[in-house]
């Protein structure tokens, strides 16, 4: 995976994030990791400090002085890979829901499949959710119907987190206008890489939920993505 870096943002995560790391690089030789930590009191960030020694300019810290939600994290790790010219830029949870294992699918689906953003999608066949209690997984399902129906756009999955896309992208989006930080900055990313047009495929991937840590889902985040969404279609209409 030559060019490619994931991003990892963190909030707390001192049970997975060595375990997230060595699974990342055991995928490949070339592949990079960049963590964005907001000052985990559980001191995550200076877990990935020591890391560092095994993984010489391949394991990058960028450290923000307290939590500002996951939206803001990636798009601070976008600049960051921009400014580095990264060629294929992953965003992936540090607490396996994402399997690493996963990454060279979405990778070979934009380096040889021709995709400009590439999707490890949960909803393509059926319902690929282990774990997870049955009202995220309806929360999360019906939010994804939600999102197409009323954006038009035709992906199952939009609130997915597990995401590869090639920095041209990331360079031709407006990332200072982006302005959700919960699922729905997963939902807007996508929306706005649709409105480009920029080609989108997914990769079915099983999603299974933490055994260490916790979710930082809230009540705000998910009236942020049902209220959001409307907001941002609506807006798109009128700056077509
Ligand atoms: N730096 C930083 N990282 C954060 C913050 N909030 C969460 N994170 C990190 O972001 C990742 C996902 O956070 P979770 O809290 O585990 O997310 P989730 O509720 O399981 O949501 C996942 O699924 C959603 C769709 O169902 C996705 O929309 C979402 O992006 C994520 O992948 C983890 O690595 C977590 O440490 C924050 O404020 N700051």
Request: charged share 25%; glycine share 6%.
């Amino acid at each position: 995976m030559i060019g490619a870096v994931v991003i990892i943002p963190t909030y707390n995560e001192i049970e997975n994030i060595e375990a997230v790391i060595r699974a990342v690089f055991s995928q490949s030789n070339y592949i990079h990791v960049l963590v964005v930590d907001d000052n985990s009191p559980d001191l995550t960030g200076k877990k990935v400090k020591a890391l560092q020694r095994d993984y010489t300019n391949r394991l990058f810290l960028e450290t923000r002085t307290k939590k500002s939600g996951l939206g803001t994290a990636y798009i601070h790790g976008f600049r960051w890979c921009i400014e580095k010219k990264y060629d294929y830029i992953f965003e992936m949870d540090a607490d396996f829901s994402h399997n690493p294992n996963d990454l060279p699918k979405l990778y070979q689906a934009c380096h040889n499949d021709g995709a400009d953003m590439s999707i490890g999608s949960r909803y393509v066949t059926g319902v690929n959710v282990v774990n997870w209690p049955m009202g995220r997984v309806l929360l999360s399902y019906v939010a994804s119907k939600y999102v197409r129906l009323i954006t038009g756009m035709k992906i199952h999955d939009t609130t997915a987190g597990f995401v590869c896309y090639k920095r041209i992208v990331l360079e031709t989006i407006n990332l200072d206008k982006i302005k959700f930080i919960g699922y729905a900055f997963q939902i807007e990313m996508k929306f706005k890489t649709y409105l480009k047009k920029f080609k989108i495929k997914e990769v079915p991937v099983i999603f299974t939920d933490r055994t260490k840590g916790e979710s930082k889902l809230s009540g705000g985040i998910i009236s942020e993505a049902i209220f959001g969404v409307i907001s941002m279609k609506v807006k798109s209409l009128f700056t077509k």
